[in-house]
């Protein structure tokens, strides 16, 4: 293919070819500015080029957004109030502390990202007790709001962080959220946990003056947990009766009585009267004496 010499650098030409391309050449050979020049083409194919760059492109976009992107976020409660931003893969990529003690506790502890979402839940409620949250004499309560959109996935992640939190003593309430609804309670600098809280107070009819002023998450749990408890109480099917046919508790016992005092009243009776017929089949000695009497006058 033919091309014109634009420029030179030494033995480096620029080359415009006859299809309108630039390209760089070296030559051995020296060329002038302007000469016509016959330019080898190489074997290589930019259409070609092009499609696996393309390719390559997407890939990375695919992979920093499953990646570098939160797929999910889950606010971890304990008292220090920590978000985790997760990706598709369930690696913690991001955290803020919602709340004074969340940012205290995230400040010391800077090794949460890249963990497994399920074992920064564990590490998060390990380094609260260490540092005094915990409480070694009442009931600690750790509440997860948390968002996602598979629930096959969802089932998955909360029987993963119940196994790493059940020996840690404390109540755990786990609770799933749209991802619009919580970014909503985000964006007015709310509480997912403490407003997640609130709305299964309500569910379950406790009175929102109860409850409406309350923002201690620890307080909400305890509350939830109790209203829980008095619904199991109350929601305790009756003892089944027995069946129609049967006598009613008690009155077969009562019956068994009935029979053994009318046996005895029997009994005493049948006494009676053995000792009545006795009486008057045995002739007493007056009506014998006189029957003998009678006899020897006639």
């Given at each position: 293919?033919?091309?014109?010499?634009?420029?030179?650098?030494?033995?480096?030409?620029?080359?415009?070819?006859?299809?309108?391309?630039?390209?760089?050449?070296?030559?051995?050979?020296?060329?002038?500015?302007?000469?016509?020049?016959?330019?080898?083409?190489?074997?290589?194919?930019?259409?070609?080029?092009?499609?696996?760059?393309?390719?390559?492109?997407?890939?990375?976009?695919?992979?920093?957004?499953?990646?570098?992107?939160?797929?999910?976020?889950?606010?971890?409660?304990?008292?220090?109030s920590?978000?985790?931003?997760?990706?598709?893969?369930?690696?913690?990529i991001?955290?803020?502390?919602?709340?004074?003690?969340?940012?205290?506790?995230?400040s010391?502890?800077?090794?949460?990202?890249?963990?497994?979402?399920?074992?920064?839940?564990?590490?998060?409620?390990?380094?609260?007790?260490?540092?005094?949250?915990?409480?070694?004499?009442?009931?600690?309560?750790?509440?997860?709001?948390?968002?996602?959109?598979?629930?096959?996935?969802?089932?998955?992640?909360?029987?993963?962080?119940?196994?790493?939190?059940?020996?840690?003593?404390?109540?755990?309430?786990?609770?799933?959220?749209?991802?619009?609804?919580?970014?909503?309670?985000?964006?007015k600098?709310?509480?997912?946990?403490?407003?997640?809280?609130?709305?299964?107070?309500?569910?379950?009819?406790?009175?929102?003056?109860?409850?409406?002023?309350?923002e201690?998450?620890?307080?909400?749990?305890?509350?939830?947990?109790?209203?829980?408890?008095?619904?199991?109480?109350?929601?305790?099917?009756?003892?089944?009766?027995?069946?129609?046919?049967?006598?009613?508790?008690?009155?077969?016992?009562?019956?068994?009585?009935?029979?053994?005092?009318k046996?005895?009243?029997?009994?005493?009776?049948?006494?009676?009267?053995?000792?009545n017929?006795?009486?008057?089949?045995?002739?007493?000695?007056?009506?014998?004496?006189?029957?003998?009497?009678?006899?020897?006058?006639?």
């Amino acid at each position: 293919m033919k091309g014109v010499i634009l420029d030179k650098k030494g033995k480096s030409y620029t080359i415009l070819t006859e299809k309108g391309d630039y390209m760089n050449r070296k030559f051995n050979e020296t060329h002038k500015v302007g000469e016509e020049i016959e330019v080898a083409m190489t074997s290589f194919n930019y259409k070609s080029f092009s499609a696996a760059a393309a390719v390559l492109i997407l890939v990375g976009i695919l992979a920093f957004n499953m990646l570098l992107i939160p797929y999910g976020y889950a606010e971890v409660a304990i008292n220090p109030s920590v978000e985790l931003g997760y990706n598709r893969l369930y690696s913690v990529i991001k955290t803020e502390g919602l709340n004074e003690d969340g940012v205290k506790l995230l400040s010391e502890n800077k090794k949460i990202k890249g963990m497994k979402i399920e074992d920064a839940v564990e590490y998060l409620i390990e380094e609260a007790d260490k540092k005094g949250y915990m409480s070694k004499t009442e009931e600690n309560y750790v509440v997860i709001a948390y968002t996602s959109k598979d629930g096959e996935l969802n089932s998955k992640l909360e029987y993963k962080v119940k196994e790493k939190t059940e020996n840690s003593g404390a109540d755990l309430t786990l609770m799933n959220m749209e991802q619009n609804k919580y970014s909503d309670i985000r964006d007015k600098k709310d509480n997912p946990a403490v407003e997640g809280l609130k709305e299964k107070l309500t569910e379950r009819n406790v009175p929102e003056e109860n409850f409406e002023d309350v923002e201690e998450v620890k307080e909400l749990a305890r509350m939830l947990k109790h209203s829980e408890k008095e619904q199991n109480e109350n929601g305790k099917p009756e003892d089944v009766g027995p069946p129609d046919h049967s006598n009613p508790p008690g009155q077969e016992k009562e019956q068994e009585q009935n029979n053994d005092d009318k046996g005895e009243e029997g009994s005493e009776d049948n006494s009676g009267n053995s000792g009545n017929d006795g009486d008057s089949g045995r002739p007493s000695k007056g009506n014998s004496g006189h029957g003998s009497s009678g006899g020897g006058g006639n």
